[in-house]
């Protein structure tokens, strides 16, 4: 049997697409203009896809870990939720618990240590959910949400210049707060409109299943 003329064209086609070499960046020089205890910055000159050599100042960041803390066991998920100052918002506002990966610390320990510090829960359960970066213009800070279900209370162990609040919210309480401006931390967003997304489509499922005849 011959194959026709359109499969060929298209086998070909994706072929051809798939070693398609991405355009190349060059790193001409990267000089450390500022290093503190959280970040460092580098200024670069690069050579960009388009041929062009611009300079690019980088805030580098070894990464962080947000915990979407969830109390699944009820009926409506409740999600713990922070309040803090921020000076670089110059407000307080309402966050998941995050915190920055330590040298050497893998992201799940950091995560765990986050939770602990900060709200004095554990976590029975723990599944990595997302991974983004923070703002990449011009951080090169990586973030990865961690989902930690089957929660226990315990005492908190915050850092000395941290003042913490914290508050269990029912999930169509949070996503209010997102809709209406009051939850305006990014990663807080992302974590609570993924759980009302996965939330959303389970209860479809279940509305599904439990309508269709009995032996289908």
Same mark, same amino acid.
């Given at each position: 049997?011959?194959?026709?003329?359109?499969?060929?064209?298209?086998?070909?086609?994706?072929?051809?697409? *798939?070693?398609?070499?991405?355009?190349?960046?060059? !790193?001409?020089?990267?000089?450390? =203009?500022?290093?503190?205890? !959280?970040?460092?910055v580098t200024t670069d000159q690069v050579q960009e896809p388009g041929g062009v050599r611009v300079r690019r100042d980088i805030i580098?960041?070894?990464?962080?870990?947000? !915990? &979407?803390?969830?109390?699944?066991?009820?009926?409506?998920?409740?999600? &713990? &939720? /922070?309040?803090?100052?921020?000076?670089?918002?110059?407000?307080?506002?309402?966050?998941?618990?995050?915190?920055?990966?330590?040298?050497? /610390?893998?992201? &799940?320990?950091?995560?765990?240590?986050?939770?602990? /510090?900060?709200?004095?829960?554990?976590?029975? *359960?723990?599944?990595?959910?997302?991974?983004?970066?923070?703002?990449?213009?011009? !951080?090169?800070?990586?973030?990865?949400?961690?989902?930690?279900?089957?929660?226990?209370?315990?005492?908190?162990?915050? /850092?000395?210049?941290?003042?913490?609040?914290?508050?269990?919210?029912?999930?169509?309480?949070? =996503?209010?707060? =997102?809709?209406?401006?009051?939850?305006?931390?990014?990663?807080?967003?992302?974590?609570?409109?993924?759980?009302?997304?996965? =939330?959303?489509?389970?209860?479809?499922?279940?509305?599904?299943?439990?309508?269709?005849?009995?032996?289908?």
């Amino acid at each position: 049997m011959t194959k026709s003329r359109s499969a060929t064209f298209h086998k070909g086609k994706a072929a051809k697409s *798939k070693t398609r070499a991405q355009p190349r960046v060059r !790193v001409i020089s990267s000089k450390t =203009v500022y290093h503190g205890p !959280v970040f460092w910055v580098t200024t670069d000159q690069v050579q960009e896809p388009g041929g062009v050599r611009v300079r690019r100042d980088i805030i580098r960041h070894s990464g962080s870990v947000v !915990v &979407l803390a969830v109390d699944d066991s009820g009926t409506t998920p409740r999600i &713990l &939720l /922070e309040r803090q100052y921020r000076h670089a918002a110059n407000n307080y506002l309402w966050e998941l618990p995050a915190g920055r990966i330590d040298p050497g /610390e893998k992201p &799940l320990a950091a995560a765990r240590r986050e939770l602990l /510090e900060e709200t004095g829960y554990t976590a029975r *359960k723990w599944r990595c959910i997302l991974k983004f970066y923070a703002s990449p213009g011009f !951080v090169a800070e990586t973030m990865a949400i961690y989902l930690a279900t089957g929660l226990t209370a315990g005492a908190a162990q915050p /850092e000395e210049d941290e003042i913490i609040h914290i508050r269990m919210l029912p999930l169509p309480a949070a =996503v209010r707060m =997102v809709l209406n401006g009051t939850i305006r931390d990014a990663k807080t967003i992302s974590g609570i409109l993924w759980l009302d997304h996965r =939330v959303g489509k389970l209860n479809i499922r279940l509305a599904y299943h439990s309508s269709r005849p009995r032996g289908k």
